[in-house]
T-cell receptor
């Protein structure tokens, strides 16, 4: 089966610019997650979707980050404006509803200068 | 607060055995996961424990003691390709995953 697709793989921007990341989960996976992983740290959940509804966005910095999953399939994570501390890998993961095992995409590495 | 502790880095020799420990303090418990993450790649699922005891899967085994808030990942017959970070994660009472910072395992010939 195809894995979780993410793009772009790498992005370099100046602070205060905006960026968007795209994720297409495994077909049939109702649950989609966006994680932020800073070098040397574990993943930090930004937002979790169940189909097109938000389950948890308590750690999403809503003043600058936004995410949507309009049709319950692919999703977009946007950062506007970016700060230096947003430099990280943004991981998308998906799972079947009711299962606990996540399948991750390869990630999008963001560098903010 | 919720907390997952793992050693930052470990070194082992090719062909040997290594044990990576994980201790946790979480609001409730609905299972513990181990993921492997090679540098620059996505985490991949290794094991899931929800009951006490040892789960064996080939060269990898994972142990859980819920009363002690403790787990370990045991890797046998180490190979160079096992050089990676190993992430421990606990699912809390709200079915949210709490992640450790990961243990970087370095394998030497």
């Amino acid at each position: 089966e195809a894995g979780v697709a993410q793009s772009p793989r790498y992005k370099i921007i100046e602070k205060r610019q905006s960026v968007a990341f795209w994720c297409n989960p495994i077909s049939g996976h109702a649950t989609l997650y966006w994680y932020q992983q800073i070098l040397g740290q574990g993943p930090k959940l930004l937002i979790q979707f169940q189909n097109n509804g938000v389950v948890d966005d308590s750690q999403l910095p809503k003043d600058r980050f936004s995410a949507e999953r309009l049709k319950g399939v692919d999703s977009t994570l946007k950062i506007q404006p970016a700060k230096l501390e947003d430099s990280a890998v943004y991981l998308c993961a998906s799972s079947f509803w009711g299962t606990n095992v996540l399948t991750f995409g390869a990630g999008s590495r963001l560098t903010v200068l | 607060g919720q907390n997952i502790d793992q050693p930052t880095e470990m070194t082992a020799t090719e062909g040997a055995i290594v044990q990576i420990n994980c201790t946790y303090q979480t609001s409730g418990f609905n299972g513990l996961f181990w993921y492997q993450q090679h540098a620059g790649e996505a985490p991949t699922f290794l094991s899931y424990n929800v009951l006490d005891g040892l789960e064996e899967k080939g060269r990898f085994s994972s142990f859980l003691s819920r009363s002690k808030g403790y787990s370990y990942l045991l890797l046998k017959e180490l190979q160079m390709k096992d050089s990676a970070s190993y992430l421990c994660a606990v699912m809390d009472s709200n079915y949210q995953l709490i992640w450790g910072a990961g243990t970087k395992l370095i394998i030497k010939p």
